[in-house]
């Protein structure tokens, strides 16, 4: 299997650490998507990271797809809970954490744009997502190891990968003082192998 992907993506880099995690052995392709010859288009339609290329050259996209398919394809335990519920939460967690990315992704291809051409209401309104996501994920995580069940899962993953394109992107935002609590589980995962091997590159 390879991995279509860019260094800084936290789609992408949620793959990464899963695969890390179950021990799965996938090839990593770095590309640029603004590149015309850039082989993403051929496989997803929406010109998008990350792709699972499988070994039929079939393909495998978006990263939550990707992921379960990961967790379900490697034995030893699953970082998808199998209950309903509990997978229902950790589900929950991994949608606002990808929603905060979405939205800090927005605000950061906006900032990017010509001066005359920038709009700094969007900018704004985009933070605001990103500032109210942070404070309710802020006050769930108070006083848990994990996120969900007290046992590392997705849901743990990617809050982190979240916390990390926030850091890199929004340091202005000094996210680590404004919500502690979540600054005290990312110093956690940040220690993890799997985290430390996909850091984003300023």
């Not at 299997?1 to 279509?4: F, G, I, S, T």
């Given at each position: 299997?390879?991995?279509?992907y860019?260094?800084?993506?936290?789609?992408?880099?949620?793959?990464?650490?899963?695969?890390?995690?179950?021990?799965?052995?996938?090839?990593?392709?770095?590309?640029?998507?603004?590149?015309?010859?850039?082989?993403?288009?051929?496989?997803?339609?929406?010109?998008?990271?990350?792709?699972?290329?499988?070994?039929?050259n079939?393909?495998?996209?978006?990263?939550?797809?990707?992921?379960?398919?990961?967790?379900?394809?490697?034995?030893?335990?699953?970082?998808?809970?199998?209950?309903?519920?509990?997978?229902?939460?950790?589900?929950?967690?991994?949608?606002?954490?990808?929603?905060?990315?979405?939205?800090?992704?927005s605000?950061?291809?906006?900032?990017?744009?010509?001066?005359?051409?920038?709009?700094?209401?969007?900018?704004?309104?985009?933070?605001?997502?990103?500032?109210?996501?942070?404070?309710?994920?802020?006050?769930d995580?108070?006083?848990?190891?994990?996120?969900?069940?007290?046992?590392?899962?997705?849901?743990?993953?990617?809050?982190?990968?979240?916390?990390?394109?926030?850091?890199?992107?929004?340091?202005?935002?000094?996210?680590?003082?404004?919500?502690?609590?979540?600054?005290?589980?990312?110093?956690?995962?940040?220690?993890?192998?799997?985290?430390?091997?996909?850091?984003?590159?300023?």
């Open positions: 299997m390879k991995l279509l860019t260094p800084n993506s936290p789609y992408a880099r949620k793959v990464r650490i899963v695969a890390l995690e179950k021990h799965i052995d996938i090839e990593l392709q770095e590309v640029v998507l603004a590149d015309p010859d850039c082989p993403v288009k051929n496989y997803n339609p929406l010109g998008k990271v990350p792709v699972l290329v499988l070994d039929d079939d393909s495998v996209y978006d990263s939550k797809v990707i992921v379960e398919y990961l967790d379900n394809r490697a034995p030893g335990a699953h970082l998808i809970p199998q209950d309903s519920t509990s997978k229902m939460i950790t589900r929950r967690w991994e949608s606002l954490a990808d929603g905060i990315c979405d939205a800090a992704v605000a950061m291809l906006e900032s990017r744009r010509e001066p005359a051409h920038q709009s700094q209401a969007n900018i704004d309104k985009q933070l605001a997502k990103v500032l109210l996501g942070l404070e309710v994920l802020n006050l995580i108070t006083k848990k190891k994990w996120c969900v069940n007290e046992t590392f899962s997705l849901a743990d993953i990617a809050l982190g990968c979240m916390l990390g394109y926030i850091d890199l992107r929004f340091k202005h935002l000094q996210w680590q003082d404004k919500f502690p609590n979540l600054a005290k589980h990312y110093n956690v995962l940040v220690k993890r192998p799997s985290f430390k091997l996909s850091m984003p590159v300023d």
